[in-house]
């Protein structure tokens, strides 16, 4: 059978494994570690260097020496994530010939997948030399918060290495695999995934038969360990400047061994209290006397120093727990994934906020590969019981009349899926629609991802309204988007499959939402939809006269606290279905507006 190997792209490091004779296993490389950096260097004679070589010599070749490429693949130049990269990095980040990001070393410019495809390269290598044959196929994981873009861009890195990526799967949910694999439970159970560059949540069903179903996922594709380590270099460098009234960012030399000691430091205090950061010689005074850099960091500083970025992560947990529609006492088991969940604090944050201790049983640099390996052997062994159903991390849809986003996919829905729905013209004798395919969750389309475009001609000649455009979304298994618009009376039809957009500039972008205005499709304001606003106005205005009177009532209890929040997250809910006009969605809350009615009125009247 042919071999799969499974592989965690990782912001910080790589991991490559396999499953063999039914058992998942990491490959070592040829130091014998069990990840590799994921660093790419090009030295003074031109050499490639990948890996440990590349992480040993990146203070003396700073400016030649990439880390975290993972934090720009799939970004546009001009987004703020790409400006925060340009503003702290010690290689250099430009602008690409199509809005997207090169990254220059020795005068050469490379684009982010090329890099991320020498890493993918190298983990390849590490597997054929244990397995001692050629490896082609792969499974590869992303954060699961990634986007369409970011996801074509991995793709098009194992393509550049030489890998046919045969699926794409999220690292918290290649870590739940790796869980669960071969343990025959049944168990709602969240990952709590923080890693070098990215913070994911996921919660998931693991079922009887090697059923793995995520129920809902949501996170940060810029938050992990490198924004701790850039807290204690702010902290560094701040106190260097006040006593020396020098600062070091203007050294790329100096802010790569900042780097170095930030994250050593930041490693050190998860298992002691307070550590020294000592950099001899780190830079020189204008007048030629060497200073040294040398100041005690303690946990409780670092505590200080990470306090709002860990606490995001648990804001985002709040939020998927209630996506999942379920209690922190429904979650019963908390798996830690990623190098970050060994720093104490956030252990602590993660059990007071889900009231329980986390597993701590997988190996966090490790489960991620192992699952993405256990995924490859499904994949091409039939005798494999597994199922595993992912969900889509951002909602989809096209961009609408008066540049609303009308959602066709929500977020959280299982993959692979389809969703339809019909739209009309919105002008007289309009005889072309544009339809914007876009992702996010914001219901004003400028906000959200533009993932491509397309044109249906040849209407029919008809008072605007009256054309009606049948619009299908579908999401296959890799994630991969396609779109399709039919005119309902012609049969006439158009469609693409998404692919990733860097091929655009921010302007073109902006320009083509500009000049498709008029093209748009308008949303159908159904009768359906008029009567569900009706009744759910009606019991939105009748719960919020009970609030007062029931606030005051339970406010005492816990119980009652909680019945209040939930009361307002229904309300809330049942507003934003009726801001998208989301017929279906309206319909969803008015069961539970009319059960909230009900409750209210009932404590009401009991007093
Ligand atoms: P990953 O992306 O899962 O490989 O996680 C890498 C991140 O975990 C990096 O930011 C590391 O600095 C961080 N990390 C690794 N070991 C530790 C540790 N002992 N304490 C705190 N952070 C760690």
Known sequence: MEKVIGIDLGTTNSCVAIVENGTPVVIPNRGGYKTTPSMVAVTEAGKRLVGHIAKRQAITNAENTVYAAKRLIGRKWNSPQVK??????????????????????????????EISAMVLQEMKVIAEDYLGETVSKAVVTVPAYFNDNQRQATKDAGEIAGLDVIRIINEPTAAALSYGFGRNIEKTVAVYDFGGGTFDISILEIGAHGVFKVIATAGDTFLGGEDVDARIIDWLVSGFKEEHGIDLRQDRMALQRLKDAAEKAKCELSSVRETEVNLPFIISSGRNEALHLQR????????????????????????????????????????????MTRMPKIQQSV???????????VHPDEVVALGAAIQGAALVDDKQEMVLLDVTPHALGIMTFGSYFEELIPQNTTVPTHRTKIFTTSRDN??????????????????????GEFILTGLRRAPKGQVEIEVTFEINADGIVSVRAKDLETGLEQSIQVTATSGLTKD???????????????????????????EAEKLIGEIEKLFPQVQQIVASSDFGRDAIEKAKAIVDKARAAIEKRDAAAVKEQIEGLTRTHRMFKGVVAKT
């Open 84 to 113: 925060n990269a340009v503003a702290t990095s010690s290689y250099r980040i430009v602008e690409g010939p199509h809005n997207d990001v090169r990254i220059v070393l020795r005068d050469k410019e490379f684009s982010v997948p």
């Open 430 to 451: 309009q005889t072309a629609v544009k339809i914007l395919v876009m992702q996010g969750e914001s219901q004003r389309a400028e906000e959200n991802e533009l993932l």
């Open 296 to 339: 005690t960091l303690t946990r409780q500083t670092l505590e200080e120093l990470s306090d709002d970025l860990i606490e995001r992560t648990v804001d985002i947990c709040k939020q998927t727990l209630e996506d999942a529609k379920l209690g922190k006492d429904e979650v019963e088991e908390v798996v830690l994934v990623g190098g």
């Open 351 to 361: 059990q007071s906020f889900f009231e329980k201790e986390p597993n701590k049983g």
């Open 508 to 534: 073109e972008i902006k320009s083509m939402m500009e000049n498709a205005k008029d093209d748009l499709v308008d949303r159908r304001t159904s009768e359906e939809f008029e009567a569900a606003k009706q």
